[in-house]
């Protein structure tokens, strides 16, 4: 008997159309679920899965899950908008440093003469009158004054 199998009487015509009515069941049940459409009691009689599984823990798993994942969201929306409102801050701060210290330099009168001087030189150096030292000290003068201000 080892190795041997009894063959199946092959399927009355009756077995075969049982068989057919379950496949067909089941399609209507499963197009039923996609759908989510049809007859509501027809659906209540086909199949238990259409229920609600209100007591599974996957189910309160994932929606921990999504809650957890909506607060981390949050989170990091209010961290970059407090990100982006001392990114703000900042640059105000610093565009307002940057009037007063541009006002500070408009009224220093030794700044106008260095300025000028440094055209001067530059234009002449440009024509190659002075040599190229008197352009680079009158730059170095400049931002001398440049960071004293600052």
Do not use: C, W
């Amino acid at each position: 008997m080892s190795g041997t199998y009894e063959k199946l009487p092959p399927r009355t015509a009756e077995r075969k159309k049982e068989i057919q009515e379950k496949r067909q069941v089941s399609q209507l049940k499963r197009r039923l679920r996609k759908t989510r459409q049809g007859d509501r009691n027809q659906r209540r009689h086909l199949s238990d899965r259409m229920k609600p599984r209100r007591n599974n823990q996957f189910n309160k798993v994932d929606d921990l899950k999504r809650r957890l994942d909506r607060l981390d969201r949050l989170e990091r929306l209010q961290r970059l908008a407090l990100l982006d409102d001392m990114v703000q801050k900042e640059r105000a701060f610093d565009q307002q440093r940057r009037i007063r210290n541009e006002r500070r330099f408009r009224e220093d009168p030794l700044i106008e003469d260095l300025l000028a001087l440094r055209r001067y030189r530059q234009r002449a150096f440009e024509r190659r009158r002075l040599p190229s030292s008197i352009a680079h000290s009158s730059r170095r003068l400049l931002s001398r004054r440049l960071l004293d201000l600052y």
